[in-house]
């Protein structure tokens, strides 16, 4: 919300009331956001998800939080290799590695239950599918600041 102060009725209004596919144009453009960074973004992130959720042996057997780092910077790194060899170049490490790290230990991490997985699969699958009608103007920051955050550490 970028620290813009709402009244309680505005809130409602910014995380409830869908915009008008002309809202979501304008808004497309202004960001200069394009379907085709889009697919590579989630790619990614789907890319990332999934080697987490498939690689992770259960809370028996990644016990320390050294564990969960090491697994975690071993699925990073596979997945940063694999775009690599599409000659599709990420930075190792910047703001995107800090929320993504973050993210999994707070969501994944210590849980490791299916239904999480299945959770985190639809927020992404949801919030990177074309912004086309029933949108938020809430739901469309959140999905601006995830790509913007992620293509700015690619490398071109």
Not at 24 to 41: F, P, R, Y
Request: overall charge negative.
């Amino acid at each position: 919300m970028g620290g813009k102060k709402y009244t309680p009725l505005e809130f409602l209004k910014y995380i409830r009331d869908p915009l008008t596919q002309t809202e979501i144009d304008t808004w497309t453009k202004v960001n200069g956001i394009t379907i085709e960074m889009s697919t590579v973004l989630f790619d990614f992130i789907s890319s990332l998800y999934t080697l987490v959720s498939d690689t992770y042996l259960g809370a028996d057997f990644v016990v320390t939080n050294d564990d969960r780092d090491n697994h975690f910077d071993w699925c990073w790194s596979k997945v940063i290799n694999n775009f690599e060899k599409e000659s599709i170049y990420f930075n190792s490490y910047g703001e995107h590695y800090d929320y993504f790290r973050s993210f999994f230990e707070d969501t994944f991490y210590g849980n490791g239950k299916s239904e999480v997985m299945y959770k985190v699969r639809s927020f992404f699958t949801e919030l990177f599918e074309p912004p086309i009608g029933n949108r938020t103007k809430s739901e469309l920051d959140v999905y601006s600041e995830m790509y913007k955050m992620i293509e700015s550490n690619l490398k071109y």
